[in-house]
């Protein structure tokens, strides 16, 4: 199996949602979860725990919290318009993948959960009032930033050696139950449900909107040129 360029990685990373039952060797895994903790995290704290579920009866108890939740989420996307930015045809290649998943998330043959501690912080008393409660709410928004980053270094090495994955989230409306199945201490809150596996699935390029309508050059309204 040979690696591919860091380029073509990125581009190349598509969400996969069809697995192979093959087990994944366990240095392949290995080597995805050492890329995985290259990544930076919030003062270095490196607070995060990856659980990866392999256990065929483990598997099948993560993936039922997984379909009954996304049976909700299903609602919600039922209510929701196409992106303009996707065809007819994506949009419905997006939606039958998601779907599928739904119900076939315990065949993947590793299910990897990202975690992080995140124990509250204590604000010291010089601090103003009006800055800790701005403190206490942003920390709170930017808490993932301290695990995504990891994230996609998970979904850039599967890719490069060539296993699929998706990050998934669905899971958390249940989470509660998800780590009572993982035994996960009370301080501990999962961020993300990742399948992985191979797949007879394409990686292919990934589509996405164009710079120019993402991207802004020094003030709103002014986009970037290519
Ligand atoms: C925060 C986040 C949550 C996601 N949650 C789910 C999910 O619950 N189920 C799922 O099938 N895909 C999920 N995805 C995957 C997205 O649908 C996917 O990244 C997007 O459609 C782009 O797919 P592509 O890379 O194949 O173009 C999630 C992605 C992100 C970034």
């Not at 065809?87 to 076939?104: C, I, M, N, P, S």
């Not at 998934?168 to 199945?181: P, S």
């Amino acid at each position: 199996m040979s690696e591919i360029g860091l380029f073509e990685t990125i581009h190349s990373a598509r969400a996969i949602r069809h697995f192979r039952p093959d087990p994944v060797p366990h240095e392949l895994l290995t080597k995805v979860l050492k890329a995985a903790i290259q990544a930076p995290s919030a003062g270095n704290r490196q607070d995060w725990l990856f659980v990866v579920v392999t256990d065929h009866a483990q598997r099948r108890r993560i993936a039922d919290i997984y379909r009954r939740a996304s049976a909700w989420v299903r609602e919600v996307y039922l209510g929701n318009r196409r992106p303009t930015h996707m065809t007819d045809e994506q949009y419905r290649k997006f939606w039958a993948g998601g779907v599928y998943l739904h119900e076939h998330m315990g065949d993947a043959p590793v299910l990897l959960l990202p975690c992080l501690r995140v124990a509250p912080r204590v604000l010291p008393e010089s601090i103003p009032a009006q800055v800790r409660v701005e403190m206490e709410s942003t920390a709170r928004w930017v808490a993932g930033a301290s695990i995504y980053p990891a994230v996609q270094n998970i979904i850039l090495a599967c890719r490069a050696l060539g296993l699929g994955t998706v990050l998934t989230t669905n899971h958390v409306i249940l989470e509660a139950e998800v780590k009572r199945t993982l035994e996960l201490p009370q301080d501990v809150r999962t961020f993300g449900l990742m399948p992985i596996g191979f797949t007879d699935d394409k990686f292919g390029a990934v589509k996405r909107r164009p710079l120019g309508e993402v991207v802004l050059h020094d003030r709103f309204g002014n986009p970037w040129r290519s």
